[in-house]
């Protein structure tokens, strides 16, 4: 069974770090991405890491977020630090088994994904 599950979100001041993990079953990930759903809004790309280790970040978080992998565990991380109080959002995992893209930006996008988690809030106050 496919499975992606997140961990790690909360509530925290805003400057604060949160480190949200989705760890996945049911089949070996290829390429992986982080979103976040705030309310009213559309889902946003926020990082994506490929299958070679190749990282992108939405201009928004650039500089604060910090996606990572550890493939030997199947999962995968968001370091987020300088939290601001426009990053409270539900953040979801995605990920598929397969490896190749054909942009980087393409991990920023919701249909390059088959698999996804059932969310985690993060909230920022400020």
């Known amino acids: 069974q496919v499975q992606l599950v997140e961990s790690g979100g909360g509530s925290v001041q805003s400057g604060g770090s949160l480190r949200l993990s989705c760890a996945a079953s049911?089949?070996?990930?290829?390429?992986m991405g982080w979103f976040r759903q705030a309310p009213g809004k559309q889902r946003e790309g926020v990082a994506g890491i490929g299958s070679d280790g190749r990282t992108i970040y939405a201009d928004s978080v650039k500089g604060r977020f910090i996606i990572s992998r550890d493939n030997a565990m199947n999962t995968l991380y968001l370091e987020m630090n300088n939290l601001k109080p426009e990053d409270t959002a539900t953040y979801y995992c995605a990920a598929d088994s397969r490896r190749q893209y054909i942009f980087l930006s393409d991990l920023l996008a919701t249909w390059r994904f088959a698999n996804w988690g059932q969310g985690t809030q993060v909230t920022v106050s400020s």
């Open positions: 049911g089949f070996t990930a290829g390429c």
